[in-house]
């Protein structure tokens, strides 16, 4: 079954400094792997994913996302963080369910502080 | 984008109780369905896929006679939480797909309903 480990559950950054959260997965197969965004009391909005195209991932809100296969990881990061990007992080990797269609396996989330 | 609505957005029952919560695909077919359980600071897990017009599979560990689904149209899916207690408290997210929608050619965007918070007494 496949994984997705995020390293240190809470990053806090003072407004305009670079965002970086990280996310390794483990798989035996190339995986498709995904970073969502979650606000207080919502759902998961989707921010990006890598599908075995380019290993750089742009996406919303000016986030990107860097697969690198050798280190098995798939970190997001942003270049100036802004107020409205406080919110929880999921990196997420794709997996088969109980009856074999695919499913997502979510890591433990990160929340993001952005400090003024 | 597609749009995920979920029915009620809060509910408190009292233990013993059934509550039931949909799943709505507002402007897509979903032809699957995922249902997550999220507790407090902690990550979505799977409970159950289901798709329309076929029995749900259940994740393991999932009870399928305490949480039950129906997945009756390519709009709606339901979740019954039965005799519910209070370690049933949680955040439940539905999640819909649709293999029509535009995307990868072997994985199809999921997309995330606002979440029920559920509280039993």
């Known amino acids: 079954a496949q994984s997705v480990t995020q390293l240190g559950s809470h990053v806090s950054v003072s407004e305009g400094a670079l965002v970086l959260l990280r996310c390794n997965y483990s798989s035996s197969v190339p995986p498709y792997l995904f970073w969502y965004v979650q606000y207080p009391n919502q759902g998961l909005q989707l921010l990006l994913k890598?599908?075995?195209?380019?290993?750089l991932v742009k996406g919303i809100n000016g986030f990107e996302a860097e697969f690198k296969k050798s280190e098995t990881s798939f970190h997001l990061t942003k270049p100036s963080a802004h107020m409205s990007d406080a919110a929880e992080y999921f990196c997420a990797v794709s997996d088969l369910t109980q009856g074999g269609s695919e499913k997502l396996v979510f890591g433990k989330g990160t929340k993001l502080t952005v400090n003024p | 984008g597609a749009v995920v609505s979920q029915h009620p957005s809060r509910v408190i029952c009292k233990s013993g109780t059934s509550v039931k919560i949909e799943c709505r695909s507002l402007?897509?077919?979903?032809?699957?369905m995922f249902w997550y359980r999220q507790f407090p600071k902690q990550s979505l897990m799977l409970m159950a896929t289901?798709?329309?017009?076929?029995?749900?599979?259940?994740e393991q560990g999932v009870e399928k006679d305490k949480f039950l689904i129906n997945h009756a149209s390519l709009t709606l899916s339901t979740l019954t939480v039965t005799s519910a207690h209070p370690e049933d408290s949680s955040f439940y997210i539905c999640?819909?797909?649709?293999?029509?929608?535009?995307?990868?050619?072997?994985?199809?965007?999921?997309?995330f309903g606002p979440g029920t918070r559920l509280t039993v007494l």
């Open positions: 999640s819909a797909r649709d293999f029509g929608y535009s995307g990868t050619p072997s994985y199809n965007e999921q997309f």
């Open positions: 289901s798709n329309e017009g076929s029995k749900a599979t259940y």
């Open positions: 890598y599908t075995s195209a380019a290993t």
């Open positions: 402007d897509f077919q979903a032809t699957t």
